[in-house]
Nanobody, 115 residues
Framework: QVQLVESGGGLVQPGGSLRLSCAGS????????MSWYRQAPGKERELVAG????????QYGDSVRGRFTISRDNAKNTVYLLMNSLKPDDTAVYYC????????WGQGTQVTVSS
Protein backbone atom coordinates (compact mmCIF):
# COMPACT_ATOMS: atom_id res chain seq x y z
CA GLN A 1 0.00 0.00 0.00
CA VAL A 2 1.49 3.29 -1.12
CA GLN A 3 1.54 6.07 1.45
CA LEU A 4 2.88 9.61 1.52
CA VAL A 5 2.52 11.17 4.95
CA GLU A 6 3.22 14.86 5.39
CA SER A 7 4.05 16.45 8.72
CA GLY A 8 5.42 19.69 10.11
CA GLY A 9 2.67 22.11 9.20
CA GLY A 10 1.16 24.58 11.61
CA LEU A 11 0.71 28.22 12.51
CA VAL A 12 3.71 30.53 12.18
CA GLN A 13 4.18 34.28 12.28
CA PRO A 14 5.27 36.22 9.18
CA GLY A 15 9.03 36.02 8.81
CA GLY A 16 9.17 32.68 10.59
CA SER A 17 10.26 29.25 9.41
CA LEU A 18 8.85 25.76 9.16
CA ARG A 19 10.19 22.46 7.91
CA LEU A 20 7.79 20.06 6.28
CA SER A 21 8.52 16.35 5.98
CA CYS A 22 6.97 13.72 3.76
CA ALA A 23 7.61 10.06 4.47
CA GLY A 24 6.97 7.58 1.67
CA SER A 25 6.27 3.87 1.89
CA UNK A 26 4.97 1.08 -0.32
CA UNK A 27 7.05 2.06 -3.35
CA UNK A 28 10.73 2.44 -4.28
CA UNK A 29 11.18 5.97 -3.01
CA UNK A 30 14.64 6.46 -4.53
CA UNK A 31 13.26 5.86 -8.05
CA UNK A 32 10.80 8.73 -7.88
CA UNK A 33 11.09 12.46 -8.39
CA MET A 34 9.49 14.22 -5.44
CA SER A 35 7.69 17.52 -5.31
CA TRP A 36 5.79 19.80 -3.00
CA TYR A 37 2.64 21.51 -4.21
CA ARG A 38 0.30 23.85 -2.40
CA GLN A 39 -3.27 24.97 -2.71
CA ALA A 40 -4.75 28.03 -1.09
CA PRO A 41 -8.51 28.53 -0.73
CA GLY A 42 -10.05 29.53 -4.05
CA LYS A 43 -6.81 29.00 -5.95
CA GLU A 44 -5.41 26.28 -8.17
CA ARG A 45 -2.82 23.85 -6.90
CA GLU A 46 0.66 25.12 -7.74
CA LEU A 47 4.13 23.64 -7.79
CA VAL A 48 6.27 24.84 -4.91
CA ALA A 49 9.45 22.82 -5.39
CA GLY A 50 10.68 19.61 -6.98
CA UNK A 51 13.73 17.40 -6.67
CA UNK A 52 15.02 14.60 -8.89
CA UNK A 53 15.43 11.07 -7.63
CA UNK A 54 19.18 11.56 -7.16
CA UNK A 55 18.88 15.10 -5.71
CA UNK A 56 20.93 16.54 -8.58
CA UNK A 57 18.13 18.65 -10.02
CA UNK A 58 15.89 20.97 -8.05
CA GLN A 59 13.30 23.46 -9.21
CA TYR A 60 11.26 26.11 -7.45
CA GLY A 61 8.19 28.17 -8.08
CA ASP A 62 8.88 31.86 -8.68
CA SER A 63 7.12 32.93 -5.51
CA VAL A 64 9.29 30.80 -3.22
CA ARG A 65 12.68 30.77 -4.93
CA GLY A 66 15.36 31.95 -2.52
CA ARG A 67 13.18 31.34 0.55
CA PHE A 68 12.36 27.62 0.35
CA THR A 69 14.73 24.66 0.03
CA ILE A 70 13.76 21.14 -0.98
CA SER A 71 15.90 18.15 -0.03
CA ARG A 72 15.55 14.41 0.32
CA ASP A 73 17.06 11.51 2.24
CA ASN A 74 16.57 8.32 0.24
CA ALA A 75 17.85 6.22 3.14
CA LYS A 76 14.92 7.50 5.20
CA ASN A 77 12.40 7.60 2.33
CA THR A 78 11.72 11.22 3.21
CA VAL A 79 11.57 14.52 1.38
CA TYR A 80 11.78 17.85 3.18
CA LEU A 81 10.76 21.42 2.50
CA LEU A 82 12.49 24.08 4.56
CA MET A 83 10.48 27.28 4.41
CA ASN A 84 12.09 30.54 5.55
CA SER A 85 10.88 34.13 5.55
CA LEU A 86 7.30 32.97 5.44
CA LYS A 87 4.61 35.36 4.24
CA PRO A 88 0.83 35.34 4.68
CA ASP A 89 0.58 34.45 0.97
CA ASP A 90 2.32 31.17 1.76
CA THR A 91 -0.77 30.07 3.67
CA ALA A 92 -2.08 26.90 2.00
CA VAL A 93 -2.39 23.16 2.26
CA TYR A 94 0.93 21.67 1.23
CA TYR A 95 0.94 18.35 -0.61
CA CYS A 96 3.71 15.87 -1.25
CA UNK A 97 3.90 14.26 -4.69
CA UNK A 98 5.90 11.29 -5.97
CA UNK A 99 6.19 10.89 -9.73
CA UNK A 100 7.68 8.42 -12.15
CA UNK A 101 5.50 6.72 -14.74
CA UNK A 102 2.66 7.13 -12.25
CA UNK A 103 2.23 9.54 -9.42
CA UNK A 104 1.10 9.48 -5.82
CA TRP A 105 -0.18 12.21 -3.54
CA GLY A 106 -0.21 12.72 0.17
CA GLN A 107 -3.18 14.00 2.14
CA GLY A 108 -1.65 17.41 2.77
CA THR A 109 -0.62 19.47 5.75
CA GLN A 110 -1.94 22.93 6.60
CA VAL A 111 0.48 25.85 6.80
CA THR A 112 -0.91 29.12 8.15
CA VAL A 113 1.19 32.27 8.23
CA SER A 114 -0.45 34.89 10.40
CA SER A 115 0.28 37.27 13.23
Amino acid sequence: QVQLVESGGGLVQPGGSLRLSCAGSGFIFSDYAMSWYRQAPGKERELVAGISSDSIITQYGDSVRGRFTISRDNAKNTVYLLMNSLKPDDTAVYYCNARRSIEYWGQGTQVTVSS
